[in-house]
């Protein structure tokens, strides 16, 4: 880096390397026109998520630049610092794996529920972009429309009552403060000389 330092001095420089503090690239690079970007997979799909955080004194134009950069993938977010955007790798860098994750577990009740795993995968996708562009699109709390999917004694209910019991919302914060965490871990790693 320090043989580059004085090429990119003079430019906007946008990281998507995780865990690379701001400080720690403000350092080596000796300007504070920088911004870390924490973009997610569905960019590739032109439906991205991508929370960006400024050094101090980081200029309107180059706010604009950097945003401008993010919304050519989907949408963006300003947060914080290196703190908050470790708090967005935690949610969306890596969001999509969760996503996935439970499409997998989807398909694998519809096989075992004597669907083909190709109905299951379409089912179990085609629920999640359904109710994420509900959840977009409305402006009631997500617990709101939750509680419209369920009924007391239905299915619905059925199935969150196992999961409650099971503990995965506690087990899904947990995993994301984990998420978060081993960004800080990886930012302090990164971040000694």
Not at 20 to 44: E, K
Not at 87 to 96: D, E, F, K, L, N
Request: one cysteine or more; glycine letters at 10%; aromatic letters at 6%.
């Amino acid at each position: 880096v320090g043989a580059l330092a004085p090429q990119l001095k003079n430019s906007l420089i946008i990281s998507v390397a995780a865990g690379i503090r701001l400080q720690d690239m403000q350092r080596w690079l000796g300007t504070n026109r920088l911004v870390r970007a924490m973009p997610n997979t569905p960019a590739l799909a032109g439906m991205g998520m991508t929370g960006l955080a400024a050094a101090p004194g980081l200029s309107d134009n180059d706010r604009a630049i950097a945003t401008a950069v993010a919304e050519a993938v989907g949408q963006c977010v300003w947060v914080e610092g290196d703190d908050q955007i470790d708090a967005v790798t935690a949610i969306s860098g890596s969001g999509p794996a969760y996503v996935f994750y439970f499409v997998e577990a989807m398909e694998r009740a519809a096989t075992e529920m004597g669907l083909s795993s190709e109905q299951g995968r379409k089912l179990a996708v085609e629920t999640f972009r359904g109710a994420a562009a509900l959840a977009a699109e409305s402006t009631e709390p997500v617990s709101t429309l939750r509680e419209r999917v369920t009924s007391k004694g239905g299915t619905t209910y059925a199935a969150l009552t196992s999961m409650d019991a099971s503990g995965i919302q506690d087990a899904f914060v947990r995993a994301m403060l984990a998420a978060a965490a081993r960004g800080r871990e990886m930012g302090a790693e990164f971040g000694k000389d």
